[in-house]
């Protein structure tokens, strides 16, 4: 794998009336990215980089029914002290209890939507792909021009095992032949009549250009499922994402007004019933940039696998449709070790390696189809992964999709498997040398680890800001990685090294090309890699501490529900070990806030300067506030790079960040009480040297100190007490 830079009855609780619902207003902000392009047109540029590095492991294509009942959720543990409470949870609605109380909340909600028949119309909408702009960031790949992603929600008329989706009258699998199509999902794969499902595809063929009609129709072995049209149009008011509580109780739904006016929600379809009266919706007005959240108490409790779809009706736009996978709550932390780590719990492993990414906060270790021939004495990579997977100790795995198709047999148990990884870097070409398009061949592997593994998320990496929203979608899951520090390779042109916000650029791109499903996300580690051989030896050219702490927190900011590295090495930590200090720090500071990271997302409600990139990550309990340092007073370029990087370690170029005391606003959700502000930082928990100013529905957290040394600092505003004492729990060992 090359790099070129390398989710019962309806509990009493579950329907308390005080959530908070609508998400907080966000004007144009000075520190937010340029906003990507839909559809930018432009040429290619050359690529820096490389696609070759030492520490391979094993990712690929190809195709779905499920081990005798779910595991428990992987992320147990996790959840034990610092998972959010029920929705019905939040404190009580009194101005005394607030620094800044709710002034709207949502009304009582209705069971009833239970009980009502499903729409069986078949609905559906289109999102085009984002791009960035081509004058910041020149890639050696077209930026999209035509189609985009459709996402199609349907309830099954007929059951049975689904055998042909037809497109447009044309079976699926022949427009991707005749490049009508990239890929197409169908979930489930056997229909139950009166129930969810759905189809996803993405096409650049310029029919699919809006405004258009598509009909669709799913056949299954007891006959036609579904058969109908919809009016493929973008929506300005996308689902943003769709996730679970962390009891799989209830259905969190993130929106976006893009618009630059206000649209009005007239209907909120779940699973194809009308859950307007069952959801918690403080306000059916969307204004303009706006963000909100609905809570969605769910009929009978989720589970992992399970398909869902999400239609949101507006009065005067077109609707929003989602559809998905409920996927186990989780939030995982990992790392594509250095295969020579081999920091398993396992014979013929490095028990103090493993002992060592456990202090430094990961969670979650990659596994590749080669780990047992280097990591175990008896050389049996399925043997080691079977034994490692039902360990339930202290770290999970990420295997590759090799090991967990056939003709490997099912492992006897997932406990300990956070996800199945399918692919990396992939989106460097949408076809391949005979013509076909690369993208089905990942859904193809997708397919076959859903029908094997139903509750398992599969996990896919990108490079690209160009081809990646032909890809998101291919998997529960996007990642993408773009490095900017130590002369790392990138994708863009040579000669213009990328900004030092490019990598946050890169992600956030990911994350809307994904949207509504989940991103895990890249920052920059150790990897051995990027070293190179001078003359007086081995000349180590990695990240410095700050680098590392500011694409560290470029992942949450930007999103994600998972952190990703790349690369930990053990020698390379101990050759400087405050580089292993900085992603150990990075850890254990995402790790006290992940549940509500990973509930939440991001509303764009932040306002700073523009060397500042600050964002609020929006759940139902907490408002996630990174703040980072983009103020530099020297950096790389790639003329630097060649020389300083063959030269010694001393003239390998850094980025250096200046001090910056920016004002950082915060606009808080009407629904949303504001109970405590506080400081997430190296140490633990910590009050604020002053309060916020309250004016109005902001809070303004006053001369936010960065430094070279400190360039990235974690607030939460919390909607009652309870919510420090689990991020303290959660941030200790």
Not at 20 to 34: E, V
Not at 133 to 148: I, L, Q
Not at 396 to 411: I, K, V
Not at 500 to 509: E, Q
């Amino acid at each position: 794998m090359g790099r070129s830079h390398p989710s019962l009855e309806i509990s009493a609780v579950a329907l308390v009336g005080l959530l908070l619902a609508q998400a907080c207003s966000s004007a144009a902000l000075t520190d937010s990215p340029t906003p990507p392009t839909a559809g930018a047109a432009g040429s290619a540029g050359g690529d820096g980089g490389n696609d070759a590095q030492s520490d391979t492991g094993s990712g690929g294509s190809s195709g779905s029914v499920a081990e005798a009942g779910p595991d428990a959720p992987a992320d147990a543990a996790q959840q034990a002290d610092s998972a959010p409470d029920s929705p019905g949870d939040a404190p009580e609605d009194t101005a005394a209890n607030y620094l800044l109380p709710p002034s709207t909340a949502c009304g009582p909600v209705d069971q009833g939507w239970c009980a009502s028949s499903p729409v069986t119309t078949v609905l559906g909408s289109m999102r085009k792909d984002w791009s960035l702009p081509k004058s910041a960031y020149n890639e050696p790949v077209d930026p999209p021009t035509h189609g985009g992603r459709l996402h199609v929600a349907a309830i099954a008329a007929v059951p049975g095992k689904v055998t042909t989706v037809t497109v447009d009258g044309l079976d699926a699998k022949a427009a991707i032949a005749a490049k009508k199509l990239e890929w197409f999902h169908v979930w489930p794969s056997t229909a139950v009549a009166g129930e969810p499902i759905w189809v996803s595809l993405h096409s650049r063929d310029a029919s699919y250009d809006p405004p258009t009609s598509v009909q669709i129709s799913i056949a299954t072995s007891s006959g036609t499922a579904v058969d109908g049209s919809f009016d493929a149009s973008p929506t300005p008011v996308p689902l943003t994402y769709v996730t679970t509580t962390d009891d799989l109780g209830s259905l969190l739904i993130h929106v976006h007004n893009y618009d630059t006016n206000a649209h009005h929600l007239k209907r909120l379809l779940v699973d194809g019933r009308d859950a307007t009266s069952g959801a918690c919706i403080a306000d059916k007005e969307i204004a303009a940039g706006d963000s909100a959240l609905w809570i969605v108490p769910l009929c009978k409790v989720a589970k992992a696998g399970d398909p869902w779809t999400v239609v949101a009706e507006y009065a005067d736009a077109a609707a929003a449709v989602g559809v998905g996978r409920v996927l186990r709550p989780d939030f995982p932390i990992e790392t594509w070790n250095s295969t020579s780590d081999c920091p398993f719990s396992y014979p013929g492993s490095n028990q103090a390696s493993h002992d060592n990414h456990v202090a430094a906060g990961f969670d979650t270790l990659f596994f590749h189809g080669g780990t047992g021939n280097s990591c175990a004495t008896d050389q049996d990579s399925f043997k080691m992964l079977e034994a490692l997977a039902q360990a339930g100790g202290d770290m999970r795995l990420l295997p590759t999709d090799d090991l967990m198709r056939s003709p490997h047999p099912l492992l006897s148990s997932t406990a300990s498997v956070s996800g199945v990884f399918t692919g990396d870097e992939v989106d460097g070409e949408v076809y391949d040398g005979n013509g076909l398009p690369k993208p089905a061949g990942e859904a193809d592997t997708t397919t076959a680890v859903w029908e094997r593994y139903p509750h398992l998320p599969t996990y896919i990496g990108g490079k690209t800001n160009n081809n990646i929203g032909t890809f998101a979608g291919v998997a529960d899951v996007q990642g993408v990685d773009f490095y900017v520090a130590a002369c790392a390779p990138h994708i863009t042109q040579w000669g213009t090294h990328p900004p030092l916000r490019a990598a946050y650029d890169y992600l956030a791109n990911a994350r809307r090309n994904q949207m509504p499903l989940p991103t895990w996300l890249y920052a920059q580690g150790l990897s051995t890699a990027w070293n190179k051989s001078g003359a007086l030896g081995t000349v180590h050219v990695q990240p410095d501490p700050q680098e590392i702490l500011v694409q560290a927190f470029f992942v949450p900011a930007a999103g994600a529900k998972g952190m990703m590295w790349f690369q930990t090495n053990q020698p390379e930590a101990s050759h400087k070990p405050e580089r292993w200090n900085a992603i150990s720090r990075a850890n254990r500071m995402i790790r006290g806030v992940r549940p509500w990271l990973r509930a939440g997302d991001p509303t764009g409600g932040a306002l700073a300067d523009a060397d500042t990139i600050a964002e609020v990550i929006r759940s139902q309990e907490a408002l996630v506030v990174p703040v980072i340092n983009l103020k530099s007073t020297s950096g790389p370029t790639d003329i630097n790079c060649a020389g300083g990087s063959l030269l010694s370690e001393a003239a390998v170029p850094h980025w250096q960040l200046a001090d910056a005391a920016p004002d950082v606003v915060v606009k808080v959700p009407a629904d949303f009480g504001v109970a405590d502000v506080f400081e997430v930082g190296e140490g633990g928990v910590s009050d604020l040297p002053a309060a916020p100013v309250v004016q109005g529905r902001t809070m303004t957290l006053s001369a936010v100190k960065l430094t070279n040394a400190n360039p990235a600092r974690l607030f939460v505003f919390a909607s009652g007490p309870e919510v420090r004492a689990k991020v303290v729990a959660a941030m200790q060992p």
